[in-house]
Every structure is written in C-alpha cells, then in structure tokens.
Nanobody, 119 residues
Framework: QVQLVESGGGLVQAGGSLRLSCAAS????????IGWFRQAPGKEREFVST????????TYANSVKGRFTISTDNTKNMVYLQMNRLKPEDTALYYC????????????WGQGTQVTVSS
C-alpha cells in the first residue's frame, strides 16, 4: 500500500525558513510525479509545486516561485520542499501527493504537516 508521510512543519516567524520532507513507500518512485499542495483554514486546497521524480524541471505556483524549491533524493524515496522567506499567507496544512506519470490526478496523499508563519 502506497504511503506518503510528511514532516518538517512548525511555527516560524515571517522571513524564516522551513524544509518539509515527504517519505514515499511502496511505489516505484521513478514512475511518479510528487507534488506539494497546501490548504489554509477556510480555503480550498491549492497547488504549490511538483516534480517528476525521474527527472525534469519542477513547476511552482506563482505565489511561491523564487522562494520555494522542490527536490528529490531518489536513493531514499524522499521529496523535499525548501521554503524560504516565508510569509504569513504561507500558513497552511501542507500535503505531499503522488501521481503516476501518465495520469492526470494525484491518487495518493499524505496526512499533512502544519506550517504556521507568524507576522
């Protein structure tokens, strides 16, 4: 059974940094895109970033471009989201998700890790 487990969330002041981690198990890592999404209270879940694990350019939401960086460690089946220059509006529950390369939707989701940015 595919399992995604996020970690690394926490409370940080505006302007600070956090690195989120996503551990993926029971999937053929190289056949997937791994994405990060977030959901703030009272808002819909939104896309943050995604990367094709086997290689390729990552994509980012405009709201995080230039501040967040997604990366992978294929030897460990890990995906990271380095978040710099955090803003209060980045406060949300962050999820990682996986979709197979030829699929359009993300089929597997983690439980999320909370990021809170204080002003």
């Amino acid at each position: 059974q595919v399992q995604l487990v996020e970690s690394g969330g926490g409370l940080v002041q505006a302007g600070g940094s956090l690195r989120l981690s996503c551990a993926a198990s029971e999937l053929t890592f190289g056949q997937y895109y791994i994405g990060w999404f977030r959901q703030a209270p009272g808002k819909e879940r939104e896309f943050v970033s995604t990367i094709r694990v086997a290689g390729g350019s990552p994509t980012y939401a405009n709201s995080v471009k230039g501040r967040f960086t997604i990366s992978t460690d294929n030897t460990k089946n890990m995906v990271y989201l380095q978040m710099n220059r955090l803003k209060p509006e980045d406060t949300a529950l962050y999820y990682c998700a996986a979709r197979q390369i030829l699929q359009n939707q993300y089929d597997y989701w983690g439980q999320g890790t909370q990021v809170t940015v204080s002003s």
